[in-house]
């Protein structure tokens, strides 16, 4: 009985974005879904399509080499991912945070990004509603946003139409290992036979490795996230904070402070959604496999929210919900096939980039898995590099 | 955490289940907290000016409002703290997150009763979103707490115990009823509330539906119809009223977010209102420490939720410490009343739902 | 309509008259009922229209949870007059949509 050509583990972002390429590409393609599409950190996170956020060098020319797929993927889709190129603001707060976020800028100006800092008034007329407080913010013309979940039903709904399999309610069990190759695939009580895996599993990719023998470095970090009311437009751009930058990179520098909202990594990440709700994050917390919001969580992003954007305050907030994200030590996914076995693939860890980098990693698994050959160098992202003794993705500098 | 309160029992919702738990509780010399998000203490039982039926303990005779201005001065003289105007927006192991009056603060408690209550059931059919059609129980509170008619000529959909109630309150507060629409082939409510409404020469017709609403900008006409043995409507049969007012009463549905939140495992019961939080007999969620009493824990009468508030409170006061002999008494006196408050024609159906969720919960706790 | 007399809850007790202003027309209200009260007191049903369709909305649940009744108020969108306080002097807007902030008037 001959398989599928790839069967896809895992229905969130990334599953179904490297699902839709390997169809496009005319690969035969299975899906399989432990539960619900997007059911998962996929579903409980923002819609960020943001470049700034990424650490200058191959991480944001990835990102870059995704946005540009995201403009044409909504008619490409022929879905409403709502998709929005509405620029976004990196906010500073202090006058000390001013130099990290030049140097920050100008090595992301290098690489191709077009952003620029608006010191006092100039932010202020771009969004009148920021405090007067805000030293000024990074901007860039290029940052877009999403609906997350619209993308996961748009990957899955195209990749459908071209022949792909999608099965929900369908849980890995095991992989059949013939040598250095799977054979198969055991789920939901049934052996499939499959050309090659790719596990799309995101924080669960390591109970997955384990049986294997393959250790991998990734952890899930906890982020919370508070919904408001619709209300009127009040900003029109996509919203970080520098500190948020600063969570991201250096969660050693947040973890031993006295601010309660910095230990849990509170950095400001907020959109006005299309309906006028707003979406607000994020705590970046390592606390296991707890999903739950708490209320010093959901208080601290409320808190730095309001000083950044007062007139939140007369927002009810209806909502919160958490995610977990799949973390790993460089901020770097694992992209790429698992050592000693040649055709077992990985894409997962993009932390909480995996909105903006689902249409790239997609595109490369697929060119990956059929060819053998990426369009841009994977070598940072191997599934093994820190098995090899690197382990500070800051450091990279590949470009393509 | 600044802002963070403590407390021996945390009650959230100040109506005649939350106020019961609490006096029980604070009886028993624990400290007892009521949190409530409206302006003064009571829940429904505000809106309530109708004599309740039944024994003296259930305030047999009272009239609801009184029951609720006895429940919250006792509160008061025995020292449980009501705190109005303050919403449970989550709950969290055993802390609460609380918003009251614009401050965010936790209040933690060794244990804590959910008294949340029910929201009303909504009807869809064309026009239902025109401003005159609304809850039953939103007509009540507006006509009786607020003394303000919300319209002059009305209909009523249901012929359940609210419907016929609030059409009668309506007729009190000098509104024209119409009549009364009931989709079922039989009056819901008890005999007695529909003789008083069909006395003052209102129709109640039952097999009968809302087939839309109509006006330009607000309600201005409600078309009915009649209703053949498969549910459908009779073509021909229709009747069209010129009413400014059309109140819903198509049953409640118990608030149950918090007990989501917690972790509590549900059962469905179409008798019970829904999805209810399973618990023992002790009123205990299969969450330890947290435990539901009135309508949260499954839409039955003020009187019930009296009851299972004192059982709930007791069991609740036993949990965090404050347990003895006499306590145990108690709860077994408030077991059997309740035993006699589901019993009769209208309880026995009431009893076997109650006793399926309880059966549920053993379940749980035996699989263990 | 104020229910002046009733044969259960007696003449309607005395209370402060206080003044609103609904779209710019000064009502009577009673100090401490909700705002929605006054307003059906006057006669006023349509509280706002939807975001999409425009459709009028009123009051539907009166008890704070439906969010159907929700005005402007003193500049805040998605006030619910149902359970909302009238205050003298307070200013009522039919809420057109999501309504709309102070700073963009």
């Known amino acids: ?400 | 955490m600044a802002g963070a309160e403590v407390t021996d029992i945390a009650v959230v919702g100040g109506g005649p289940a939350g106020l019961s738990a609490a006096l029980a509780a604070r009886q028993t010399g624990a400290e007892v907290v009521v949190v409530d998000e409206n302006s003064a203490p009571g829940g429904q039982l505000r809106k309530q000016i109708h004599k309740f039926f039944g024994s003296k303990e259930h305030h047999a005779g009272q009239r609801g409002f009184r029951i609720a201005e006895e429940l919250a001065a006792a509160c008061r003289d025995r020292g449980v703290e009501l705190w109005t105007d303050a919403l449970a927006y989550g709950i969290f192991d055993h802390t609460l997150g609380i918003v009251r009056r614009g401050t965010a603060f936790t209040l933690t408690a060794r244990a804590i009763v959910l008294a949340t209550g029910a929201s009303e059931n909504a009807l869809a059919f064309p026009g239902w979103t025109l401003p005159g059609v609304m809850g039953a129980g939103a007509a009540q509170t507006f006509i009786n707490l607020h003394r303000v008619l919300p319209g002059r000529r009305v209909l009523m959909v249901g012929a359940g115990n609210v419907g016929l109630i609030v059409s009668y309150q309506l007729l009190q507060a000098g509104a024209e009823v119409l009549g009364v629409v009931e989709a079922a082939p039989r009056i819901g409510g008890y005999a007695v509330h529909a003789a008083k409404i069909r006395r003052a020469g209102v129709p109640i017709w039952t097999r009968h539906t809302v087939l839309r609403a109509d006006g330009r900008g607000q309600l201005e006409e409600v078309t009915i119809a009649a209703l053949d043995e498969n549910g459908r409507p009779i073509p021909g049969s229709e009747r069209a009223f010129a009413v400014d007012m059309l109140c819903l009463a198509v049953g409640l549905t118990p608030l149950t977010e918090l007990a989501w939140q917690a972790g509590c495992r549900f059962e469905y019961s179409a008798l019970l209102g829904g999805h209810v939080p399973l618990h023992s007999e002790d009123m205990e969620t299969t969450v330890p420490g947290l435990f539901v009493a009135g309508d949260v824990a499954g839409v039955e009468e003020a009187s019930t939720a009296l009851e299972e508030g004192r059982l709930a409170g007791l069991a609740a006061a036993a949990y965090a410490g404050h347990g003895s002999p006499a306590l145990e008494k108690e709860k077994a006196a408030a077991r059997e009343r309740l035993l006699a408050l589901r019993s009769g024609p209208f309880g026995s159906g009431r009893r076997h739902a109650y006793e399926e969720i309880v059966r549920g919960w053993l379940r749980w706790s035996g699989a263990r | 309509m104020r229910i002046e007399e009733h044969p259960i809850l007696g003449s309607l007790p005395k209370a402060q008259t206080v003044w609103i202003e609904v779209d710019g027309k000064r009502i009577p209200a009673r100090a401490g009922e909700p705002i929605a009260a006054a307003l059906l007191a006057a006669g006023i049903r349509v509280f706002r229209t939807t975001h999409r369709r425009g459709e009028p909305r009123g009051l539907f649940c009166g008890v704070g949870r439906c969010t159907d009744c929700v005005m402007t108020v003193d500049g805040v969108p998605n006030v619910r007059t149902c359970v909302t306080p009238v205050r003298d002097g307070m200013k009522i807007e039919t809420q057109r949509g999501l309504g709309r902030w102070p700073e963009q008037k």
């Open chain 1, 1 to 400: 009985m001959k398989g599928p050509d790839v069967v896809v583990v895992g229905g969130g972002v990334i599953g179904t974005a490297v699902t839709y390429y390997l169809a496009k590409q005319g690969a035969d393609v299975l899906l399989l879904e432990r539960a619900e599409l997007g059911g998962e950190t996929s579903s409980a996170c923002d819609g960020f399509v943001i470049l700034q956020s990424k650490s200058p060098g191959v991480h944001l020319a990835l990102a870059l080499a995704s946005a540009e797929l995201y403009r044409g993927l909504a008619d490409e889709l022929d879905w409403d991912i709502e998709y929005r190129n509405c620029g976004g603001l990196i906010v500073i707060e202090r006058e000390e945070e001013l130099p990290a976020m030049r140097t920050f800028m100008a090595k992301q100006q290098a690489i191709g990004l077009d952003v620029r800092l608006l010191l006092g008034d100039e932010v202020r007329r771009l969004e009148p509603a920021l405090a007067p407080h805000i030293v000024g913010a990074t901007y860039s013309p290029q940052d877009s946003q999403v609906n997350p979940l619209q993308v996961v039903l748009g990957f899955a709904q195209a990749a459908r139409r071209l022949g792909a399999r999608v099965r929900q309610g369908v849980p890995l069990q095991t992989l059949r290992r013939a040598g250095a190759r799977v054979s198969a695939v055991v789920a939901g009580g049934e052996e499939i036979p499959a050309g090659a895996v790719v596990l799309c599993t995101g924080v669960f990719t390591p109970e997955l490795l384990t049986p294997l023998g393959v250790e991998l470095p990734l952890r899930p970090r906890r982020g919370q996230l508070v919904v408001t009311e619709p209300a009127p437009p009040l900003v029109h751009h996509i919203f970080l904070c520098a500190r948020y930058i600063a969570a991201k990179y250096h969660p050693e520098l947040l973890a031993a402070a006295e601010d309660e909202a910095l230990r849990l990594g509170v950095g400001l990440a907020l959109e006005q959604t299309g309906s006028g709700g707003f979406l607000i994050g994020s705590t970046r917390e390592f606390v296991g496999w707890d999903k739950r919001t708490t209320p010093l969580g959901i208080r601290e992003i409320v808190r730095h929210a309001t000083r950044i954007l007062p007139a939140l305050a007369q927002l009810n907030a209806i909502r919160t919900f958490a995610g977990l994200r799949p973390y790993t030590p460089d901020g770097l996914p694992f992209l790429g096939p698992v050592p000693g076995w040649e055709n077992l693939y990985i894409a997962a860890g993009h932390e909480g980039d995996g909105i903006a980098l689902a249409p790239i990693t997609g595109r490369l698994m697929a060119e990956l898995i059929l060819t053998g050959r990426t369009s841009f160098p994977l070598t940072d992202f191997a599934v093994d590099r820190f098995a090899r003794g690197k382990d500070q993705g800051g450091q990279l500098k590949v470009t393509p």
